[in-house]
């Protein structure tokens, strides 16, 4: 089980970009797959994307225009840039360990672990 | 997109009963693409079901998963104490989505 950590500003104005990095602890960051979830307060949550282990990135269509996912890898760091920021993208930010492959009953795809999350407020 | 529906929205259980958590999605999915988590107020989601069916790590039987199509549950077969919380269900697409909740509340 690898440990997640996000970090970041917690408030941010509008129009301008989020940047927020989720430190990884426990395990080298390219052995496996990532994801960015968030959960604005008392409602649901939102996939952001998926960041790869090889490097490819797979975004949600309702922010592809606006999401970048990269890593650090000397820093083992998994990072979020989410541009042009509005009050509806006020939400508590997670990280999150995807797990996926086959087993004995077939393929599975479920995120393992999570970081506490980070609570990003866009106001002015 | 493909929208999940979750029901009850709330809930309301004593310890020991049995609960039933429906998740209902707009498009026809692979019970294998289903997954449950459970997230108390304060803390990242955790993972209960995934598989539809599998137990994750260190889940109590009492957890089951079930369902086909577009109709899945979750039952939690005699409420602890530490089961008040809230779950969501997920489904493996493009774009992935999750229901919007039950939680489930003591009587």
């Known amino acids: 089980q690898v440990q997640l950590q996000e970090s970041g500003p917690g408030l941010v104005k509008p129009s301008e970009t989020l940047s927020l990095t989720c430190t990884v602890s426990g395990g080298s960051i390219t052995n496996y797959d990532w994801s960015w979830i968030r959960q604005p307060p008392g409602k649901g949550l939102e996939w952001i994307g998926y960041f790869y282990g090889g490097g490819a990135t797979k975004y949600n269509p309702s922010l592809r225009s606006r999401v970048t996912m990269s890593i650090n890898t000397s820093e083992n760091q998994l990072s979020l840039r989410l541009s042009s920021v509005t009050a509806a993208d006020t939400a508590v930010y997670y990280c999150a360990r995807l797990s996926m492959g086959y087993d004995d009953t077939g393929f599975y795809h479920f995120f393992e672990d999570w970081g506490q999350g980070t609570l990003v407020t866009v106001s002015s | 997109e493909n929208v999940l529906t979750q029901s009850p929205g709330t809930l309301s259980l004593s310890p020991g009963e049995r609960a039933t958590l429906s998740c209902r999605t707009s498009?026809?999915?692979?019970?294998?693409?289903l997954t449950w988590y459970q997230q108390k107020p304060g803390q990242a989601p955790r993972v209960l079901i995934y598989?539809?069916?599998t137990r994750a790590t260190g889940i109590p039987d009492r957890f089951s998963g079930g369902g086909s199509g577009t109709v899945f549950t979750l039952t939690i077969s005699r409420l602890e104490p530490d089961d008040f919380a809230v779950y969501y269900c997920?489904?493996?697409?493009?774009?992935?989505?999750f229901g919007g909740g039950t939680k489930v509340e003591i009587k």
């Open positions: 598989g539809g069916s």
């Open positions: 498009q026809s999915v692979s019970n294998r693409l």
């Open positions: 997920q489904q493996y697409g493009n774009p992935l989505t």
